[in-house]
């Protein structure tokens, strides 16, 4: 998964009170609480489908009550905000809301998080990405930067253990309750980790068009602003923070949606 993040209004900010507490400041100033509204959107969406391809005509209306109950925004906001506030207790987060808070880092902020809506729409994601093909004849500055962004964040590699990290953790929910019965704990991981390449290709291809679609609108010299923040201890800091959050969340929430498909799919094993 990439970083997903958004803004507020500027007057919503000059009204914020002057002792209001650093780290929800900069949550509120990324709209993290959206950002988590999308994903477990997407997350629910994704789910319901589960039921067609691996315990068809079971779940019903059980099924739909399950899934709702795990993706239940609230309570995941709380929990990225769980994770991600210890992780950030050793920095110094006055450089990033300044940031932040700041038109630049407005800008950006709103861009981000209107790509990331806009790429639920699988259309819109395949467009970009037939963008991104030529993108290095035909914007290669902003190219550039995407590459510079990706590469200092270490945003494919970051995605893609995340991405094993959840897929596992759905396997062993699900073996848990009962699923893959015939494979042990290590198989599972082995079969996790088999098509590392295609995945890889995949995350770097959404990767890509995402931020080529989020950060066209910028002028070169706002986009190396934010490269400049995230070359910074604190820039890197906020990083770490937010894919060890959400790390951790789709973690969790695989796991619960495996223990929940997994009692299905050891009824239908029956």
């Known amino acids: 998964m990439t970083r997903v993040v958004g803004a507020l209004f500027a ?16 949550m509120t100033a990324m709209k993290m609480d959206d950002a988590v509204d999308i994903l477990v959107e997407e997350g629910r969406l994704s789910a319901l489908e589960l039921e067609d391809s691996m315990f068809p005509g079971r779940g019903g209306d059980v ?9 239940a925004p609230a309570p995941r906001r709380a929990e990225l905000r769980a994770v ?8 110094d987060l006055d450089p990033l809301l300044a940031f932040m808070e700041s038109e630049i880092g407005q800008r950006i902020m709103t861009l981000e998080i209107s790509a990331r809506r806009a790429f639920m729409d699988p259309d ?3 467009l970009a990405n037939d963008a991104f093909t030529d993108a290095e004849e035909t914007r290669p500055r902003l190219y550039e930067q995407v590459i510079a962004f ?3 964040n270490e945003l494919v590699e970051a995605n893609v253990e995340g991405a094993f990290r959840s897929n596992a953790a759905f396997a062993f929910g699900a073996h848990e309750a ?3 019965a015939e494979l042990t704990v290590d198989e599972l991981i082995t ?5 590392e390449d295609v995945v890889r290709a995949d995350i770097e291809s959404w990767l890509f068009a995402y931020q080529m679609t989020a950060y066209a609108p910028l002028e070169a010299e706002e986009l190396a602003a934010y490269i400049a923040l995230s070359e910074t201890e604190e820039g890197q800091a906020l990083n770490a923070a937010i894919m060890g959050g959400f790390d ?4 969790d929430l695989s796991y619960d949606l495996g223990l929940a498909a997994g009692r299905f799919m050891a009824q239908q094993d029956l």
């Open 248 to 251: 951790a969340l789709f973690a």
């Open 124 to 126: 819109m994601e395949a």
């Open 150 to 152: 990706t590469e200092v």
């Open 63 to 71: 099924w739909v009550d399950e899934v709702a109950r795990i993706y």
């Open 191 to 195: 079969q996790m980790w088999a098509g």
């Open 84 to 91: 991600m506030e210890p992780l950030l207790a050793e920095t």
């Open 178 to 180: 009962g699923a893959f």
């Open 11 to 26: 007057a919503c900010l000059l009204a914020a009170p002057a002792a209001a507490d650093p780290f929800e400041r900069l």
